[in-house]
């Protein structure tokens, strides 16, 4: 699969690299203080440490215009797509190691299914910060080549990716919901699939 920059005219309906920030103490207290497993992919949402910086209330009032966020993070050894999600509202990551992001546009979605053609990668290097449009599809993100793991900073709106509200199903797109404001769509090779969420890529399920 071609891996492509961000640079790349075909990102700019998934989002942008976001400029004009200082996140070198933001990146070196998420390094020192965080694991980064090579067996398993982890998921934090929110981290006091992180969140208690100086910068995250730039990151709070200037790349989100001031509604209340969540710093966390996403660790691990990832090769495969599995899933695409969604969320009502942007997404930012700044990568601490080269990362490849898998995504794909919303509208691509029919009849709550997608077609994992639609996917494409793109190489978000180390040091470097985007923000993803609520309407890309996404998961976790992927090792870049010679990378054994990643670590990624995330910040999304606050309680994002919590305890899944309970909800009366009330139309189909009520099924996709898995957690707090998070939409998910399954390979049905993925083992989140086999723990009950909605089974909607068809294609291959794609591996770097």
Known sequence: MEIKSLNCETFIKYG??????????????????????????IYIPSDAKLEGLEVATSIRDNIFGGIPVQIGYCNGNNVVLNCLEYHRGSE???????????VAPKEKIKDFKLDTSCVEAFLLPAGEAVLIYETTLHYAP???????????????PKDTNTEKPEITIKNDEDKLLRARNKWLIAHPDAPEAKQGAHVGLFGVNIKL
Do not use: M, W
Not at 19 to 36: R, W
Not at 92 to 102: E, K, N, P, T, Y
């Open 16 to 41: 942008h690299a976001v400029q004009g920030y200082d996140f070198s103490e933001l990146l070196k207290v998420f390094v020192d203080s965080t694991e980064k497993p090579e067996n398993k992919v």
């Open 142 to 156: 992927c090792n870049a080549s010679g990378n054994n793991a990643f670590r990624t900073i995330v910040v999304l």
């Open 92 to 102: 930012l990551i700044v990568a601490a190691d080269d990362v490849v992001l898998l």
